[in-house]
């Protein structure tokens, strides 16, 4: 069972919302707009809902379980500090301590179509 380290509802404007190493101002940019997430070495970029259909759920979870929804990303994070959920554009971040390292992260979004709802599972170290 995953163990829930933040939640928040955030304004995602510019119907996004990230999690990145705390300080990383450099997120990865849209390829072709339509992508699920987008991600780096130390980011990810989650696309949403529009802003003016409201706020959106961001959850942090530590753990290997899925969680609803539907995972739109696989993949590995490297943190110094610190990771920081929300929206860079609204200044609307959450900060969530993190051991520092290389984490397995997993994104889960519900609904499929303009997500209400994102979900970082950061993997219980250690892995293989």
Not at 10 to 31: C, E, I, K, M, Y
Not at 114 to 127: I, N, T
Request: negative net charge.
């Amino acid at each position: 069972m995953n163990e829930l380290l933040a939640e928040a509802r955030v304004l995602p404007l510019h119907a996004q919302v990230s999690a990145h190493d705390r300080g990383t101002t450099d997120l990865p940019d849209w390829v072709t707009g339509s992508e699920a997430a987008v991600h780096s070495e130390r980011a990810v970029v989650v696309a949403t809902r529009p802003d003016t259909a409201g706020d959106v759920l961001v959850r942090v979870l530590l753990g290997d379980d899925a969680e609803a929804g539907t995972r739109v990303l696989d993949g590995r994070i490297t943190v110094s500090t610190a990771i920081e959920v929300g929206s860079v554009v609204a200044s609307d971040l959450v900060t969530v301590p993190v051991a520092p390292g290389e984490h397995r992260l997993a994104v889960f979004v519900h609904p499929a179509e303009a997500p209400s709802v994102v979900s970082f599972v950061l993997g219980r170290q250690p892995w293989t």
